[in-house]
Nanobody, 120 residues
Framework: QVQLVESGGGLVQAGGSLRLSCVVSGRIFSINTMGWYRQAPGLQRELVADITSGGNTNYADSVKGRFTISRDNAKNMVYLQMNSLKPEDSAVYYC??????????????WGQGTQVTVSS
């Protein structure tokens, strides 16, 4: 079994910062791309940022220059540093990872989500 557990969400004023963390545990042979998605009420889940095992990053246009994704491969963790937060960043943030448990196929796993609320 594989588990992803997020932490670090909360309530912050506009212009503030939060750092989300996600740890992967369980039967892990290797982890490929890791990422953060978010879903606001009434909207589809959208990609915020992702990072490959080699460190290549990709960001949604709406967060470029404000958010930074990073990972610690030794600890099986991924982080999202969120600065200059805006009310429209409010959403449930989900951690995501492509994981191989046995060295063959990769499957996409999701965390349970952590709420981020930005007040104006």
């Amino acid at each position: 079994q594989v588990q992803l557990v997020e932490s670090g969400g909360g309530l912050v004023q506009a212009g503030g910062s939060l750092r989300l963390s996600c740890v992967v545990s369980g039967r892990i042979f290797s982890i490929n791309t890791m990422g953060w998605y978010r879903q606001a009420p009434g909207l589809q889940r959208e990609l915020v940022a992702d990072i490959t095992s080699g460190g290549n990053t990709n960001y949604a246009d709406s967060v470029k220059g404000r958010f930074t994704i990073s990972r610690d491969n030794a600890k099986n963790m991924v982080y999202l540093q969120m600065n200059s937060l805006k009310p429209e960043d409010s959403a449930v943030y989900y951690c995501n990872a492509d994981i191989s448990s046995f060295g063959n196929r990769y499957f996409k796993y999701w965390g349970q989500g952590t709420q981020v609320t930005v007040s104006s």
